[in-house]
């Protein structure tokens, strides 16, 4: 029977052991993270039935066999940022391992289809400045060049990094094969915005991820004397980016639910007695419809040369990342809608704004879905990240719910195959 | 007899000696710095009847006694920021070298007042980051607390960093007593902006220098995902900051002559996935006149403060420096004039946006008067920093011109004196 007090307790257990007054410190391929694993590890192997290894991209996986090889995934990731939430990708992890004992208990250790869970290695990517590593490896995604000259603060590569974890490089991508028989692949995470907690609604259906569209916008001026050079004969490039900032506002609001963001902005020389010759600022715009980022975009790009020409400085963009929106699998999203309103909550469908490992999976052509609980402060990637305990049981409970419709969901389309 | 030709031939000297493909390396209690200063201690003490010394604060001296203590002050910096321009300073020094050259052949070695050249240390402040060093200590404005802990890069301690060369931190103030009979001060600078340029003049009568107010403007506001934060619920600390930088223009421009620059922008935590929650900017303010600049500081912290309010953030001031406009001599602007017309220049009277030398002097009573020639690209602090030759040698003439108006004007106030 499905025990979603005993998800919290683990919860509160995993904090204990991992974090302290300043949050979570489960950073991937760090010592803390190793621990957590080990106790992760070990909640698994005590289900009857599930057998636990971990692949070449060092993600770890909890498998319960079923009668068919095809399979239900569940994935989340039990490394945080430093000083991160106590719910932030482990919140799934345990409710996982709980919905694989419920199912262990129901079925005597052999589900009609095989169950797994997975803990993705390196979600946050907080040590080595890349995230979604081990999903990407496992997705084919992964950009083995760029990730092989990533380091980290201290100047450590992340392949020594990652051999320091018995984990070799140049075979990450071999963990692909543990996709082979993936049929649906479910993912549960705290929202890391305050969308679901304005509308006073504990659970949320996600629709896909954003779409990103991730540049340094460099407007290049003439550095000039404060006190010297008249207002007009200045070519001030902070002038030219700070008029993007009210920009982005009217172009997000103008394209339905997008998001833009200037999250940095630099100035050279950057001294208070002078006009600022180079600016740069990062622009970061994300969208669920791919047509309408793209019109964000190309706005944001001409209000920037318009902003030169009207300063007389240049402008350059240069892109930084880009993905397309990911949109997750209609009938899964049916399903999770079905699943929280039968534990009593109103259903809710929003998009993630933030990038998760069920991108990388639905990138790989698995049916993918995300179901949302709401956060209490809006807030993540910090100590005070928290949900209410109800809530917290509510998740596990329309997740099971979910996971149990996906199972028949699986179980049906393998029998149309076999039949066919 | 005065030959202009001969400062310039002086002033490419002094640039191949301490210069380099990037400009002039003079940073003040440097090794090149004081290679120049020696260089210039030989011209000077091949002048007949010249003396030097070097006071308490690092100020080099040369002086020619007259018959009267009375003296006439010629003042300059041979120090320049690292890779500045080959006439930003030193121009004066040199020109002040010719000009006593010419008063001791003229008067054989004794002229009617005491003349002097004065070669103040550390104008730029390029190593300590704090400007005037030799002539506040001189004029004794210098916060000897703050300067006491000034550093450079390497950690460096200015008072350790003066022993080096000699000087004693803790007496530097006793050079006040070279302005004991100090009766007027000449300086010659390069202009360093474009007011002359756009004007198609030569030589400019500097009417005094803007007052300044400094301050560092941060927005406070609250860090939140890119992603998952819907634009209405953030408070983000760089659209409030951007929004003060159209602002600052209208402000300038509705006070007349005044300047207002925003010359750096910090934000925090500064990363392309996350709104901006602290915005630090600076905003340098310049007015001629006192009144002018109080009301262009008023309406800059009246416009922040509108701005966070409409973004939901805080804003907080901090001065980080002030200073009041100071008014040069209205008999001497008169002489200055009057010289640059007798070289059959157009003559023209502007504001110094710049601090100098000369505003020290004149806060300590002594009568002040610059005169700006044209800079070529109205730009200082650079090594394309240039001036025409014919215009280096039409500022040696009428700079001379205006130092014996000056000598005669001393000469009748010192007679009033006696015979009264």
Redesign the interface.
């Known amino acids: 029977m499905l025990d979603p007090k005993r998800t919290v307790i683990e919860l509160k257990e995993l904090r204990a052991l991992t974090g302290d007054e300043n949050g979570a410190q489960r950073v991937a391929f760090t010592e803390i993270w190793a621990r957590a694993r080990g106790w992760l590890r070990e909640k698994a192997e005590a289900i009857p039935g599930v057998e636990t290894h971990r692949d070449e991209a060092g993600n770890f996986w909890a498998t319960l066999r079923g009668e068919s090889a095809k399979a239900l995934l569940i994935g989340g990731h039990i490394d945080s940022v430093p000083n991160g939430g106590w719910l932030d990708g482990c919140l799934n992890t345990m409710a996982g391992i709980e919905i694989l004992r419920r199912i262990s208990a129901q079925h005597g250790g052999k589900p009609p289809v095989t169950v797994r869970v997975v803990d993705w290695a390196d979600e946050e990517g907080a040590r080595f400045g890349k995230s979604l590593f081990g999903s990407s490896a496992c997705s084919g995604n992964l950009d083995m060049e760029e990730a092989r000259g990533l380091a980290d603060k201290a100047g450590i590569k992340l392949p020594d990094a990652l051999r320091e974890h018995g984990i070799d490089f140049e075979r990450v991508k071999e963990s692909g094969q543990e996709l082979a028989n993936a049929a649906a692949y479910l993912e549960l995470h705290i929202?890391?915005?305050?969308?679901l907690l304005?509308l006073g609604l504990p659970l949320g259906t996600v629709l896909g991820t954003?779409g990103?569209e991730?540049h340094a916008i460099t407007f290049g001026g003439?550095?000039?004397?404060?006190?010297?050079?008249?207002?007009n004969?200045r070519r001030?490039a902070?002038?030219a980016?700070?008029?993007?900032?009210?920009e982005i506002?009217r172009i997000?609001?103008q394209s339905g639910n997008g998001?833009?963001?200037?999250?940095?902005?630099?100035?050279k020389?950057?001294?208070?007695?002078?006009?600022?010759e180079e600016?740069r600022i990062?622009l970061?715009q994300?969208h669920l419809d791919a047509a309408a980022l793209a019109t964000m975009l190309r706005e944001a790009r001409t209000a920037s040369e318009q902003f030169a020409q009207e300063g007389n400085v240049e402008v350059a963009w240069e892109r930084?990342w880009q993905i397309q929106p990911i949109l997750f699998d209609d009938q899964l999203i049916a399903f999770a809608d079905e699943a929280i309103t039968e534990t009593g909550a109103p259903p809710h469908r929003l998009p993630?704004?933030?990038?998760h490992d069920a991108a990388e999976v639905a990138r790989a052509g698995v049916p993918t879905i995300m179901m949302f609980v709401q956060s209490l402060h809006?807030?993540?990637?910090?100590k005070i990240e928290d949900t209410k305990e109800e809530h917290l049981e509510l998740a596990v409970r329309a997740f099971d719910k979910l996971a149990d419709k996906a199972i028949a969901w699986i179980g049906r389309k393998n029998d149309r195959e076999l039949n066919s």
Chains 1, 2 share one sequence.
Do not use: W
């Open positions: 929202e890391q915005g305050p969308v304005d954003f990103v991730r003439q550095a000039a004397h404060s006190g010297s050079t008249p207002m004969r001030d902070f002038l980016a700070a008029k993007m900032s009210p506002y997000a609001e998001v833009c963001t200037i999250g940095s902005c630099t100035t020389p950057g001294i208070v007695t002078s006009v600022v600016c990062t970061d994300r930084l993630s704004g933030p990038l809006g807030i993540s990637h910090n």
